[in-house]
Nanobody
Framework: QVQLVESGGGLVQPGGSRRLSCRFSGLNFNTYRMSWYRQAPGKERELVAGTTSIGGNINYADSVKGRFTISRDNAKNTVYLQMNSLKPEDTAVYFC?????????WGQGTQVTVSS
């Protein structure tokens, strides 16, 4: 059974930075594609960034390109989302996602609020 636990959310001022972490509990972390999604109030959940099992083929939503960076440490079973130049519109609950074939797992989410 896979469990995902996000951390690092909180209140940050516009223009600030934040790093989210997602700890994967279970087997074979390095075989899963890992992604970050977010959901703002009243909006659908959207993909923010994703990376393959070996950290390649990274993709980003257009709205975060050049500001956010996804990375993974397979030795620590952890995926990160470094968020820079944060904007109020980045306010959302951020979810970690692990996928392999037809297996999909979600974390419980961590709130990021960008406000002065």
């Amino acid at each position: 059974q896979v469990q995902l636990v996000e951390s690092g959310g909180g209140l940050v001022q516009p223009g600030g930075s934040r790093r989210l972490s997602c700890r994967f509990s279970g087997l074979n972390f390095n075989t899963y594609r890992m992604s970050w999604y977010r959901q703002a109030p009243g909006k659908e959940r959207e993909l923010v960034a994703g990376t393959t099992s070996i950290g390649g083929n990274i993709n980003y939503a257009d709205s975060v390109k050049g500001r956010f960076t996804i990375s993974r440490d397979n030795a620590k079973n952890t995926v990160y989302l470094q968020m820079n130049s944060l904007k109020p519109e980045d306010t959302a609950v951020y979810f970690c996602n692990a996928g392999r074939y037809d297996l999909i797992y979600w974390g419980q989410g961590t709130q990021v609020t960008v406000s002065s």
